[in-house]
């Protein structure tokens, strides 16, 4: 069973960068199964996919967020990361980690979630 | 606004049946059979309840029941439980350009 743990500062300043790290475990990232993914949820609202990374670096972005949005995979730690910059209020959100099956697109297993708040 | 248009709550008693809609277009729901659902209980993980459209991962109860007509998919649960009171969201592949599309999400109660 794959297990994923979300991990970064729970506040930002506005304007600055979001950076979160989702650390595997269960499965190696490299073992080609899935795209490793975010999902973000804003207070109140519903579920929104911020996008994917294949372990040969290859992303897929949200198109809403394509031009602030970094996402990476250090093979060595079994970890990615995403990075989202010039934040505002309207990035405050729950940030889920996700694998993303290769085959039939669904994400099969989620972290927990960690809440990142923007704010100064 | 969300891609896929899902009601914003149902409910039914323990033991009835109910059905959740999500309704996309021919660009995903519709040209697809990659429609996942998840349920989720505030403060937890989502899990995966259904996948590729009529799918059920190992560990899911047969309650849950997956279909799709057209540009719209739905979630049956079957003989309610209290415990499947959570929200409940869809999700489509919705092609090279947007990748991935979720539903509002839809509240499920219990009575």
């Known amino acids: 069973q794959v297990q994923l743990q979300e991990s970064g500062p729970g506040l930002v300043k506005p304007s600055q960068t979001l950076s979160l790290t989702c650390t595997v475990s269960?499965?190696?990232?490299?073992?080609?199964?899935?795209?490793w993914s975010w999902i973000r949820q804003p207070a109140g609202k519903g579920l929104e996919w911020v996008g994917r990374?294949?372990?040969?670096?290859?992303?897929n972005y949200n198109p809403s967020l394509k031009s602030r949005l970094t996402m990476s995979v250090d093979t060595s730690k079994n970890q990615f990361s995403l990075k989202l910059s010039s934040v505002t209020a309207a990035d405050t959100a729950v940030y889920y980690c996700?694998?993303?099956?290769?085959?039939?697109?669904?994400?099969?297993?989620w972290g927990q979630g960690t809440l990142v708040t923007v704010s100064s | 606004q969300s891609a896929l248009t899902q009601p914003a709550s149902v409910s039914g008693s323990p033991g009835q049946s109910i059905t959740i809609s999500c309704t996309g277009t021919?660009?995903?729901?519709?040209?697809?059979?990659?429609v996942s659902w998840y349920q989720h209980h505030p403060g937890k993980a989502p899990k995966l309840m259904i996948y590729?459209?009529?799918k059920r991962p190992s560990g899911v109860s047969n309650r849950f029941s997956g279909s799709k007509s057209g540009n719209t998919a739905s979630l049956t649960i079957s003989g309610l439980q209290a415990e499947d009171e959570a929200d409940y969201y869809c999700?489509?592949?919705?092609?090279?350009?947007?990748?991935?599309?979720f539903g509002g999400g839809t509240k499920l109660t219990v009575l």
């Open positions: 590729e459209g009529i």
């Open positions: 269960g499965d190696s990232i490299s073992s080609g199964s899935y795209y």
């Open positions: 996700a694998s993303y099956a290769l085959y039939g697109d669904y994400l099969e297993y």
């Open positions: 990374i294949y372990t040969s670096g290859s992303t």
């Open positions: 021919s660009s995903d729901v519709g040209s697809y059979n990659l």
């Open positions: 999700c489509s592949y919705a092609g090279s350009s947007t990748f991935v599309a």
